[in-house]
């Protein structure tokens, strides 16, 4: 079963200007992760976030983690065109170690 | 360098075969996973390894077997039970067990019935 559910499903913007992805998941999780994917791809990890961890920072990327609303955050900032790629989120539960994807975000990105 | 390597990255099948996809990894990671990727849509994992000989269903395990002899390795089989094959088909590991760390993946096999 898909556990994250990205919003929206397809991003369109202009190089420079900062893109935000929304994530929300349905079950506890002991972390939250984030995986980009150029078309055709394998998925490439970005960054991770702990249940117990409300911010992350890794260059231009910064998520958020709200526990409570079950919801997290991508914010890519000053974008650039190689940045265009599928964003997925993906949750490992605390009872076992196996991860769920959500369906990503499609974020195009034109120079 | 270390990685993930899945073979082949193309692969074709008539119906009613049986087909293996490759992946090895020589990242020493002790877990393993398959996941299924249908066109605009996320992964959904079939089956996940843990340690060595070990094995557990994912949540769409129907129609495909694997097998966990070596700690390097976790071939799929996509047999002829599984009525639509024809996906991208992701191999990833992570370690320790997955917990508190990135999953590395392959590059991915794209297989199509014929």
């Known amino acids: 079963s898909q556990q994250g559910e990205e919003d929206p499903q397809a991003l369109s913007i202009q190089e420079g200007e900062n893109a935000t992805m929304n994530c929300s998941y349905k079950?506890?999780?002991?972390?939250l992760q984030w995986y980009r994917q150029n078309s055709g791809r394998g998925l490439v990890h970005l960054i991770l976030?702990?249940?117990?961890?409300r911010e992350k920072h890794s260059g231009r990327l910064r998520v958020t983690l709200d526990t409570s609303k079950k919801s997290s955050s991508l914010l890519i900032t000053a974008s650039r065109a190689a940045d265009t790629a599928s964003y997925f989120c993906?949750?490992?539960?605390?009872?076992?170690?196996?991860?769920?994807f959500g369906a990503g975000t499609r974020l195009t990105v034109k120079p | 360098d270390g990685g993930i390597t899945q073979s082949p990255k193309y692969l074709f099948r008539k119906e009613g075969q049986n087909v293996t996809l490759s992946c090895e990894q020589n990242l020493n990671h002790d877990a393993m996973y398959w996941y299924r990727q249908d066109p605009g849509q996320g992964l959904r994992l079939i089956y996940y390894?843990?340690?060595?000989?070990?094995?557990q269903k994912g949540d769409i395990a129907e129609g495909y077997s694997v097998s966990r002899e070596k700690k390097e390795s976790f071939p799929l089989t996509v047999t002829s039970a599984q009525k639509n094959p024809t996906a991208f088909y992701l191999c990833?590991?992570?370690?320790?067990?997955?917990?508190?760390?990135?999953?590395?993946f392959g590059s991915g096999t794209r297989l199509t019935v014929v």
């Open positions: 976030i702990r249940s117990n961890e």
């Open positions: 079950t506890s999780i002991n972390n």
């Open positions: 993906a949750t490992v539960p605390y009872n076992n170690n196996d991860m769920r």
């Open positions: 990833a590991s992570s370690n320790p067990g997955g917990k508190g760390y990135g999953y590395t």
């Open positions: 390894s843990q340690i060595v000989n070990d094995f």
